[in-house]
């Protein structure tokens, strides 16, 4: 079962803020994020495992609340490098599954 | 240690050939994911395999696809008779044998396939 992401798609300027949500039917174990630029391979952001979790790095970070089963992904003070479609991903038992991705368009 | 490996990077077949996709996971990996990705689309889940073993295939069309991961060797993903709809970004990935629920996926760069 896949997770659903919300927004489909972000359009900021530079130096705003954004919100990228992910939930999941299932309990989960574990939740990724990535980010993949057009034509690219996706790269790994951060790993959240276990709930209430919250990670960042730079101006990147993310929550975890298991009992929701919803991770959500802040970027503060985007940058132009941040455009790009942002994957999360859940793992269950090592099946690993995506939402089907928001895109995020930083302008400036 | 080299990434995740994976070739060609660009496939053209015509509509009934076979498609051979190959995937050499990251040094000391033992599980490969396989995803396809539409134009504009979601990575699309299609296999999970451990060394020699199928774990998880229900990603995958049960016709003209097939995956295999040997004891030696890449991985390999197969699409028979090729159809156009098959054209699609086909993603390799690798995670280390403690699993990915704790551990990162590394992904490959893919590969391309177009059929005309």
């Known amino acids: 079962q896949q997770p659903v992401q919300s927004p489909q798609a972000v359009i900021l300027r530079e130096g705003e803020d954004a919100v990228i949500n992910c939930s999941s039917s299932k309990a989960l174990y574990s939740v990724h994020w990535y980010r993949q630029k057009h034509g690219e391979a996706p790269i790994f952001l951060m790993i959240?495992?276990?709930?209430?979790e919250q990670k960042g790095h730079d101006k990147i970070s993310a929550s975890f609340n298991e009992k929701k089963q919803q991770s959500s992904l802040y970027l503060t003070a985007s940058q132009l490098s941040y455009s790009g479609t942002y994957f999360c991903?859940?793992?269950?038992?090592?099946?690993?599954?995506f939402g089907a991705g928001t895109r995020l368009t930083v302008k400036p | 240690n080299a990434g995740v490996m994976q070739n060609p990077r660009h496939l053209v077949r015509r509509r009934g050939q076979e498609a051979r996709l190959r995937c050499s996971p990251m040094?000391?990996?033992?599980?490969v994911y396989w995803y396809r990705q539409l134009p504009e689309e979601g990575l699309k889940f299609m296999v999970y395999?451990?060394?020699?073993?199928?774990?998880?295939e229900s990603g995958m069309p049960k016709e003209r696809f097939s995956a295999e991961f040997p004891k030696e060797g890449p991985s390999i993903l197969r699409i028979q008779q090729v159809v156009r709809g098959d054209s699609a970004a086909y993603f390799c990935?690798?995670?280390?044998?403690?699993?990915?629920?704790?551990?990162?996926?590394?992904f490959g760069s893919g590969t391309q396939l177009s059929v005309l």
């Open positions: 990935a690798s995670s280390p044998p403690t699993g990915v629920g704790n551990e990162k996926l590394f």
């Open positions: 395999l451990q060394k020699e073993n199928i774990i998880d």
């Open positions: 959240l495992l276990k709930g209430g």
């Open positions: 040094k000391g990996h033992s599980h």
């Open positions: 991903g859940t793992a269950n038992n090592n099946d690993m599954r």
